[in-house]
């Protein structure tokens, strides 16, 4: 349990506080298991000094960002009685936003998408801004789903390893309002476009959460039509299952 610059309690869970120290660990390229002395220190120097930058008190939710030790950082925290409980992370070592869930939470979300088109990785890192969601292609397929609370940060990184994908990547962009959105849409993009997919994680059940899913132009409209988005529509019903395409 440690105390924010802001004066709030944020209270980790004994298995979270292992999590995170292993996160801590690879962002410090130490190898996890290695825990340290130096690495407890630093990850109650990043508590400490967070700030809550922004909340949702509609999802009892509040995001705080801090830096300092090994890296700088972004906490979503929840609250839980009388403290902030953590129930996701982002690391940035060496500038570059690493983000984490850190629990598998039911998402929800009402939002109509507005997707954008770039013919490469270089232009939509240079005209994209704010939070949301992106998905890269090859010759018009889909390859990658993605989130980020920086969408020119993760698109200027994607850059540097765009060869495992492929040479010629092409990019779509739709901001969200809200990290919760985010993943929410990035969950029902790779549930709805299957395992052609290169995300190696995301394919467990999608739970909903207590606000439902309606997720409106789920898909650019050239990506035509899918089974599990009938009129390009993401719609599930609070506490419902998304499940993966086969």
């Not at 690493?98 to 088109?117: C, F, H, R």
């Not at 890192?125 to 018009?140: C, E, F, H, P």
Request: hydrophobic share 40%; charged share 25%.
């Amino acid at each position: 349990m440690f105390k924010t610059a802001d004066g709030h309690t944020l209270d980790l869970a004994p298995w979270r506080m292992r999590r995170f120290m292993r996160l801590l660990a690879q962002a410090r390229r130490t190898p996890p298991g290695m825990t340290s002395r130096t690495l407890t220190q630093d990850m109650q120097i990043l508590m400490r000094r967070a700030r809550r930058v922004d909340a949702d008190p509609r999802r009892r939710l509040a995001r705080f960002e801090s830096a300092g030790a090994c890296c700088r950082a972004c906490f979503l925290a929840r609250q839980k009685r009388d403290a902030m409980e953590i129930v996701a992370l982002a690391i940035a070592p060496g500038g570059h936003l690493y983000e984490q869930e850190l629990e598998s939470m039911p998402k929800s979300a009402t939002i109509t998408l507005d997707w954008k088109p770039y013919g490469s990785l270089e232009s939509a890192a240079d005209k994209v801004r704010g939070m949301g969601v992106y998905i890269l292609t090859s010759n018009g397929r889909p390859l990658y789903v993605g989130k980020s609370l920086d969408l020119a940060d993760r698109l200027r990184a994607h850059r540097l390893y765009a060869t495992q994908h492929g040479a010629g990547l092409a990019v779509w962009v739709a901001n969200t309002r809200s990290a919760g959105q985010a993943a929410a849409v990035e969950h029902a993009l790779v549930r709805t476009l299957g395992r052609g997919l290169t995300n190696t994680k995301l394919h467990g059940d999608m739970r909903v959460g207590k606000r439902g899913l309606d997720i409106r132009g789920l898909l650019p409209t050239a990506f035509g039509t899918y089974e599990k988005a009938p009129g390009n529509r993401a719609f599930r019903k609070a506490g419902g299952i998304f499940e993966l395409t086969p």
